[in-house]
């Protein structure tokens, strides 16, 4: 099988987030591509996620229902039947990047997760809803982890 991958063409893995996916600039998602999918895959699921906020660590993004037939999402994409997470900024969907100034860059870590059975997750569910409906559905996960800091 082969192993699935994530990837941007906004930002090499490791590299640094345009300012154009940035909370400050409008919170406009970077288009993301994948491979890899397992035939067995029944739904995609997807965070981005920042370890080295102060306050430990805070979700950008969240999306579930995405189809495995999928290969990508646009930059900026909204689609009715893909599920939104509230992210902790408070809101649905996207949220870019904005560390404290001055801060060293941040990691945000994009995760793919191939799933078994169809997650159930409506817009609106949080990251502790995901975590729990993604026990024991996960077939394999692909990462990508961008970096910013103001």
Known sequence: MDQMTLSSPAFTDGGPIPVTHSHASGDISPEL????????????????????APGGTFVHWMLAGISPDRLRLAAGEERPQIARGR????????????????????????????????????????????????????L?????????SR
């Open 33 to 52: 591509r994948w491979s890899g999918v397992p035939a067995a895959c029944r739904e995609l699921a997807l965070s981005c996620e920042d370890p080295d």
């Open 87 to 138: 992210n902790d900024f408070g809101s649905l969907g996207y949220g870019g990047p904005e560390p404290p100034a001055g801060d060293p860059p941040h990691r945000y870590v994009f995760t793919l997760y191939a799933l078994r059975w169809p997650s159930g997750l409506t817009s609106g569910f949080s990251m502790d809803d995901m975590r729990t409906t993604l026990t024991d559905k996960v």
């Open 140 to 148: 394999t996960t692909a990462a990508l982890v961008g970096t910013y």
